[in-house]
């Protein structure tokens, strides 16, 4: 089933309910060929978090415009907010784990959503694997589709905790890959700060705004954000409002203006010199290059 955004008409995918209803956590295995999924040809996407051990592939998806060619025993992961877009339908072997943020939080695992590979500020979306990590992966996968099958009293509990351990050792693997340090202190209130920018961006383009939703002020936040993440707290915010005009431009065949007022600009020509100003380039000669590199 799909639904479309408000504002953006790209289609939300929904997890669909498993065999015995469950709708916010499923498993997923392919040992060779697909289903006919054509839909996921489209820009998309999904409402909840998708992990996929990939174990042979071969094809190509993009993940908010950054092309992935699928690599054999290697973790790819994605969450709502991202738009996927699948080249083709080859055969593939892999497991993959869908899960909600409810399903998360029903299970008291408020925490996990705070781990660098949920939060994702790095926006990655590969993780590659030593023998080691990939023994480790492929057990505990084991031991989630075992539970799976099974349905129990105490089965979502053990899903749950499986899957506290898999996005933590992930969440590792992710710390280690890109860089990040844990998030304590001031690197929490800059994940926030990012949340209610991915929330509010299109509403809200002053460094001020998002102050006042995190309770500090705009002087103080400024200088947080400089110092944990190197640029300043606006830039944050054209960065996020950048990478949606992109992406409509990419996926969709709206105009300029359209696109500037979707993400809250009342003036067309202010949009078209602000995105010149962040790439260098107008909206139509983004449309132009990347079409032409990518079509």
């Known amino acids: 089933m799909q639904i479309p955004t408000a504002t953006h008409n790209f289609p939300i995918y929904h997890l669909e309910p498993d065999e015995t209803g469950n709708q916010h956590f499923r498993v997923y295995n392919f040992t060779g060929t697909l ?7 489209i820009p998309h996407r999904k409402d909840h978090f998708l992990i996929v051990l990939v174990r042979k592939a071969g094809t190509r998806q ?3 415009l950054e092309p992935f060619i699928l690599k054999d025993n290697t973790v790819y992961f994605s969450g709502p907010e991202n738009i996927i877009v699948k080249e083709e339908f080859k055969e593939l072997w892999s497991t993959g784990l869908a899960f909600t943020s409810s399903f998360v939080s029903l299970h008291g ?10 939060q994702n500020v790095q926006n990655g979306h590969e993780l590659l694997l030593s023998e080691k990590d990939l023994g480790f992966i492929e057990d505990l996968l084991l031991k989630i589709n075992a539970e799976y099958q099974q349905p129990n009293e105490w089965q979502q509990r053990m899903l749950m905790a499986y899957l506290s351990l898999l996005l933590t050792y992930l969440s590792k693997l992710y710390t280690e890959q890109f860089k990040v340090s844990d998030c304590v202190g001031d690197q929490i209130i800059l994940k926030k700060f990012h949340a209610k920018i991915d929330e509010c961006f299109q509403q809200c383009h002053e460094v001020g705004d998002y102050a006042s939703m995190l309770n500090i002020s705009a002087g103080h936040l400024s200088e947080l954000v400089k110092t944990q993440s190197g640029k300043p707290a606006i830039k944050h915010i054209h960065d996020r409002l950048v990478l949606e005009a992109r992406r409509l431009l990419f996926h969709t065949a709206k105009s300029s203006k359209e696109i500037a007022y979707d993400l809250g600009f009342s003036d067309a020509s202010y949009f078209n010199r602000f ?6 380039t107008t909206p139509a000669g983004y449309r132009n290059q990347i079409r032409e590199m990518y079509h």
């Not at 289903?35 to 040809?41: F, I, R, V």
């Not at 695992?109 to 949920?118: D, N, Q, T, V, Y």
């Not at 995105?275 to 260098?280: A, H, L, N």
Request: avoid cysteine.
């Open 62 to 64: 993009w993940i908010d």
């Open 109 to 118: 695992g408020e925490a996990l959503l705070s781990l660098p590979l949920i």
């Open 35 to 41: 289903p006919q999924q054509t839909e996921l040809l």
């Open 275 to 280: 995105f010149k100003r962040e790439t260098s």
